[in-house]
């Protein structure tokens, strides 16, 4: 597995707000997928209303 840092922004009650989170994942698609289902847990946020602007592999 390796290391993904994956930033962007989100829709938050007082507009935008910007995030970077590191995830361990196989590759970056399911590192994305991972992100966007986190926010809609644990935010209730749909995934058009997370943007992911960047994903780097450490």
């Known amino acids: 597995m390796s290391q993904f ?3 962007g922004q989100f829709d938050g ?3 935008p ?3 970077t989170k590191e995830i361990d994942a196989i ?3 399911v590192a ?3 992100i966007l289902s986190q ?3 644990e ?5 058009t209303q997370v943007s992911i602007q960047d ?4």
Request: proline share 0%.
């Open 43 to 47: 935010h209730g946020l749909k995934r």
């Open 55 to 58: 994903v780097t592999e450490q």
């Open 17 to 19: 707000r910007e995030f």
């Open 5 to 7: 840092t994956i930033s």
């Open 39 to 41: 926010f809609g847990s």
């Open 13 to 15: 009650r007082e507009g």
């Open 27 to 29: 590759n970056e698609n």
């Open 32 to 34: 994305r997928e991972h």
